[in-house]
């Protein structure tokens, strides 16, 4: 059971590039996250589907889009990146009664 | 949102029992309180979860008091392995949406 799987694991990006971090989960969960984590710091989310057709804001949306495909897949787009942006992002799934599962993360650099 | 507050570090030693309390003055009454546990390069992982009174799995403790203000994770027996960054959160359903934001965690540093 692979349960939350991103694409790519690593990625440099000059500024202004653009870009689509992938995440499938495989748990039929309805609700899936997009989070980033700075160097020492904590979580923050960027956005959140509730169900497959939806998605909304979270805390950080500013400078993203997302996309959710079908029940599986949730994508982050960066449309045209910027250093404020280098980070790791992480995708998240979670349970009816809210545990969260997470994927392996995505380091991103953007020069 | 219910935001939560954590002590931003700890220190113990291996063998010691550790109690993280986190405050969440705001919380509703439908939220779960549910905590992660988190490595360098690594994504947050469950590590318990609950609603009110106390929790006990193979790995922690979860005490909650009546008034659901505050929660406090309790490990027992630490050991090396155990250091890493511990997360409260505590989120629910806002008109039919989960939205779980993390509070900025606790460093547990475990030494020999």
């Known amino acids: 059971n692979a349960g939350v799987t991103q694409t790519p694991k690593f990625q440099v990006l000059k500024t202004g590039q653009s870009m689509t971090l992938q995440c499938a989960q495989d748990m039929n969960h309805n609700s899936m996250y997009w989070y980033r984590q700075d160097p020492g710091m904590g979580l923050r989310l960027i956005y959140y589907s509730a169900s497959e057709g939806t998605t909304d804001k979270g805390e950080v949306p500013n400078g993203y889009n997302v996309s959710r495909l079908n029940k599986r897949e949730f994508s982050l787009r960066l449309e045209s990146a910027a250093p404020s942006q280098t980070s790791v992002y992480f995708c998240?799934?979670?349970?009816?009664?809210?545990?969260?599962?997470f994927g392996s993360g995505t380091q991103l650099s953007v020069l | 949102l219910a935001k939560t507050t954590q002590p931003i570090s700890m220190d113990s030693y291996e063998g010691q029992e550790v109690n993280i309390t986190c405050s969440h003055n705001?919380?509703?009454?439908?939220?779960?309180i549910t905590w992660y546990q988190q490595f360098p390069s690594q994504g947050p992982r469950f590590i318990i979860q609950?609603?009110?009174t106390k929790v006990t799995n193979e790995v922690a403790s979860l005490f909650i008091p009546a008034d659901r203000k505050s929660s406090t994770l309790s490990l027992p027996r630490v050991s090396l392995s155990d250091t890493a960054v511990y997360y409260c959160l505590v989120g629910g359903d806002y008109a039919g949406f989960q939205k779980l934001v993390f509070g900025t965690g606790t460093r547990l540093l475990v030494s020999p």
């Open positions: 705001n919380i509703a009454t439908n939220d779960y």
């Open positions: 998240a799934s979670s349970t009816a009664d809210e545990k969260l599962f």
């Open positions: 609950g609603y009110k």
